[in-house]
Protein backbone atom coordinates (compact mmCIF):
# COMPACT_ATOMS: atom_id res chain seq x y z
CA UNK A 1 0.00 0.00 0.00
CA UNK A 2 2.92 2.61 0.72
CA UNK A 3 4.38 1.76 -2.21
CA UNK A 4 1.83 2.53 -4.41
CA UNK A 5 0.99 5.74 -2.84
CA UNK A 6 5.08 6.16 -3.36
CA UNK A 7 4.60 5.59 -6.74
CA UNK A 8 1.67 7.99 -7.35
CA UNK A 9 3.33 10.36 -5.19
CA UNK A 10 6.22 10.35 -7.73
CA UNK A 11 3.92 11.38 -10.81
CA UNK A 12 1.62 14.18 -8.77
CA UNK A 13 3.10 17.81 -9.08
CA UNK A 14 0.83 18.88 -6.46
CA UNK A 15 2.44 16.36 -4.02
CA UNK A 16 5.70 17.72 -4.69
CA UNK A 17 4.97 21.28 -4.06
CA UNK A 18 2.93 20.79 -0.97
CA UNK A 19 6.31 18.33 0.09
CA UNK A 20 8.23 21.62 0.16
CA UNK A 21 6.10 22.41 3.39
CA UNK A 22 7.78 21.43 6.68
CA UNK A 23 5.92 18.68 8.28
CA UNK A 24 4.43 17.11 4.93
CA UNK A 25 5.86 14.00 3.44
CA UNK A 26 4.29 12.07 0.59
CA UNK A 27 2.19 9.91 2.28
CA UNK A 28 0.25 13.14 3.79
CA UNK A 29 1.01 15.25 0.83
CA UNK A 30 -1.00 12.45 -1.39
CA UNK A 31 -3.89 12.89 1.20
CA UNK A 32 -4.00 16.50 1.37
CA UNK A 33 -4.17 16.59 -2.66
CA UNK A 34 -7.07 14.01 -2.43
CA UNK A 35 -9.07 15.60 -0.12
CA UNK A 36 -8.91 19.17 -1.70
CA UNK A 37 -9.07 17.71 -5.01
CA UNK A 38 -9.34 21.17 -7.32
CA UNK A 39 -8.05 23.50 -5.40
CA UNK A 40 -9.28 26.05 -8.16
CA UNK A 41 -13.07 25.19 -6.62
CA UNK A 42 -11.77 27.75 -3.83
CA UNK A 43 -12.10 31.62 -4.08
CA UNK A 44 -10.22 32.20 -0.99
CA UNK A 45 -8.05 30.30 1.48
CA UNK A 46 -10.69 31.29 4.05
CA UNK A 47 -13.29 29.19 2.02
CA UNK A 48 -10.93 26.12 2.10
CA UNK A 49 -10.24 26.67 5.82
CA UNK A 50 -14.29 26.49 6.51
CA UNK A 51 -14.80 23.37 4.08
CA UNK A 52 -12.21 21.29 5.75
CA UNK A 53 -13.81 22.50 9.36
CA UNK A 54 -10.85 24.29 10.67
CA UNK A 55 -12.62 28.18 10.78
CA UNK A 56 -14.08 29.06 13.83
CA UNK A 57 -17.76 28.61 15.06
CA UNK A 58 -19.63 32.29 15.21
CA UNK A 59 -22.79 32.70 17.23
CA UNK A 60 -24.60 35.96 16.86
CA UNK A 61 -27.43 37.84 18.60
CA UNK A 62 -27.98 41.59 17.68
CA UNK A 63 -24.99 43.36 17.34
CA UNK A 64 -22.76 40.64 19.62
CA UNK A 65 -20.76 37.97 17.63
CA UNK A 66 -18.70 35.45 19.99
CA UNK A 67 -16.08 32.86 18.17
CA UNK A 68 -16.27 29.86 19.55
CA UNK A 69 -14.05 26.21 18.65
CA UNK A 70 -13.93 25.39 15.25
CA UNK A 71 -16.93 24.04 13.32
CA UNK A 72 -15.43 20.70 12.57
CA UNK A 73 -17.55 20.36 9.39
CA UNK A 74 -15.74 19.27 6.28
CA UNK A 75 -13.30 16.38 6.15
CA UNK A 76 -11.67 14.77 8.85
CA UNK A 77 -9.52 12.83 6.72
CA UNK A 78 -7.89 16.45 6.01
CA UNK A 79 -8.06 17.66 9.59
CA UNK A 80 -6.36 14.91 11.12
CA UNK A 81 -3.65 14.95 8.96
CA UNK A 82 -3.07 18.89 9.26
CA UNK A 83 -3.03 18.41 13.17
CA UNK A 84 -0.18 15.53 12.48
CA UNK A 85 1.54 17.77 10.21
CA UNK A 86 1.53 20.44 13.03
CA UNK A 87 2.41 18.59 15.34
CA UNK A 88 5.99 18.39 13.14
CA UNK A 89 5.87 21.65 11.62
CA UNK A 90 5.76 24.13 15.02
CA UNK A 91 9.27 22.49 15.92
CA UNK A 92 11.40 22.82 12.50
CA UNK A 93 9.98 25.65 10.81
CA UNK A 94 10.41 29.57 11.83
CA UNK A 95 7.28 30.60 10.94
CA UNK A 96 5.02 28.13 12.94
CA UNK A 97 7.40 27.99 15.74
CA UNK A 98 6.94 31.40 15.98
CA UNK A 99 3.14 31.20 15.93
CA UNK A 100 2.55 28.22 17.88
CA UNK A 101 4.74 29.82 20.87
CA UNK A 102 2.45 33.29 20.65
CA UNK A 103 -0.75 31.13 20.84
CA UNK A 104 0.46 28.44 22.89
CA UNK A 105 1.39 30.82 26.12
CA UNK A 106 -2.36 32.39 25.55
CA UNK A 107 -4.25 29.82 24.76
CA UNK A 108 -2.35 26.57 25.27
CA UNK A 109 -0.96 23.47 23.20
CA UNK A 110 -4.10 21.82 21.17
CA UNK A 111 -5.09 25.76 20.25
CA UNK A 112 -2.07 26.95 18.91
CA UNK A 113 -1.55 23.20 17.44
CA UNK A 114 -5.00 23.90 15.13
CA UNK A 115 -4.62 27.33 14.99
CA UNK A 116 -1.12 26.03 13.12
CA UNK A 117 -3.20 23.57 11.28
CA UNK A 118 -4.77 26.44 9.75
CA UNK A 119 -1.61 28.27 8.80
CA UNK A 120 -0.76 25.47 7.08
CA UNK A 121 -3.60 24.72 5.13
CA UNK A 122 -3.64 28.54 4.40
CA UNK A 123 -0.38 28.30 2.68
CA UNK A 124 -0.89 25.34 1.07
CA UNK A 125 -3.59 26.79 -0.74
CA UNK A 126 -1.01 29.68 -1.81
CA UNK A 127 1.44 26.64 -2.69
CA UNK A 128 -0.92 25.26 -4.81
CA UNK A 129 -3.05 28.00 -6.19
CA UNK A 130 0.52 29.76 -7.45
CA UNK A 131 2.01 27.00 -8.48
CA UNK A 132 5.13 27.71 -6.83
CA UNK A 133 7.45 25.96 -3.28
CA UNK A 134 6.89 26.71 0.13
CA UNK A 135 8.91 30.13 0.80
CA UNK A 136 10.76 28.89 3.92
CA UNK A 137 11.62 25.19 2.90
CA UNK A 138 14.58 24.14 3.80
CA UNK A 139 15.96 22.60 0.71
CA UNK A 140 17.87 19.96 2.49
CA UNK A 141 14.80 18.39 3.98
CA UNK A 142 13.13 18.31 0.78
CA UNK A 143 15.89 16.80 -1.20
CA UNK A 144 16.00 14.09 1.61
CA UNK A 145 12.07 13.39 1.31
CA UNK A 146 12.52 13.45 -2.56
CA UNK A 147 15.10 10.67 -2.22
CA UNK A 148 12.99 8.48 0.40
CA UNK A 149 10.06 8.49 -1.98
CA UNK A 150 11.90 7.50 -5.20
CA UNK A 151 13.59 4.88 -2.77
CA UNK A 152 10.14 3.50 -1.43
CA UNK A 153 8.48 3.50 -5.05
CA UNK A 154 11.55 2.08 -6.90
CA UNK A 155 11.31 -0.88 -3.98
CA UNK A 156 8.34 -2.10 -5.53
CA UNK A 157 9.71 -2.52 -8.78
CA UNK A 158 12.28 -5.17 -7.48
Sequence with gaps: ?????????CNQEDAKLLMTMPGIDYYSAMIISSEIGDIKRFSTSEKLASWAGLAPSIHQSGS??????ITKQGS????WILIQSAQISHRSDPRFQHMYQRIAARRGNNKAIVAVAREMLTVAYYVLTRREE?????MERYKEKLKRLERTA?????
Design 1 to 9: MNIEIAKLA
Design 64 to 69: QTKRGH
Design 76 to 79: RMLR
Design 134 to 138: YRGMD
Design 154 to 158: NRGLQ
